[in-house]
């Protein structure tokens, strides 16, 4: 299915229809800049997924945060290009997400989950809730890190991130 958008509204994703779980990281998510696409999908090592939903109290708090870890990423030489922030926004329609992503200034892509197909994905869960995926070479993936609340210090966060994908001492 080809999804239609106007320009300015590029970088949130509208609900997809289709079986839950099979959401495209890859394609067509403007994070900074276009996302180059492996052979296998996203050409990312680890994604850093939050559930979130933009009436949830603690996940307006977490968003400087998030935004925060964005610019930290960006700027992390072993992180660049190769960590990826996105967000799902569990039981919000395209325009919530949009709502949400101008009233915080959220930087990163945000995905709308109007119909909780993704949110079932990720077992139900709280939000916030984070988890860390890290893709490997053959397309395989493995969950790194996954917790509800906080991420605390984004500084830290990211050291944990990079620690546990292998990709800092």
Not at 8 to 25: L, Y
Request: some cysteine.
């Amino acid at each position: 299915d080809q999804v239609h958008q106007p320009p300015g509204d590029r970088d949130v994703q509208p609900e997809r229809n289709g079986p839950a779980g099979q959401m495209d990281v890859g394609g067509d998510v403007p994070a900074d800049g276009p996302v180059e696409r492996r052979q296998d999908g996203f050409k990312a090592h680890v994604v850093i997924a939050e559930i979130f939903s933009m009436y949830c109290p603690y996940c307006q708090k977490e968003a400087p945060i998030l935004n925060d870890l964005y610019e930290l990423i960006a700027q992390n030489e072993a992180a660049r290009n190769k960590v990826k922030l996105i967000g799902i926004g569990a039981g919000n329609t395209t325009f919530e997400v949009k709502t949400f992503k101008e009233k915080y200034k959220v930087p990163f892509p945000l995905f709308a989950d109007a119909d909780f197909s993704l949110h079932q994905v990720f077992g139900d869960v709280r939000t916030p809730y984070f988890m860390v995926i890290q893709i490997n070479r053959d397309g395989s993936h493995k969950v790194i890190y996954s917790e509800a609340g906080s991420i605390g210090n984004p500084q830290d966060f990211l050291r944990l991130v990079l620690k546990k994908a292998g990709m800092q001492q």
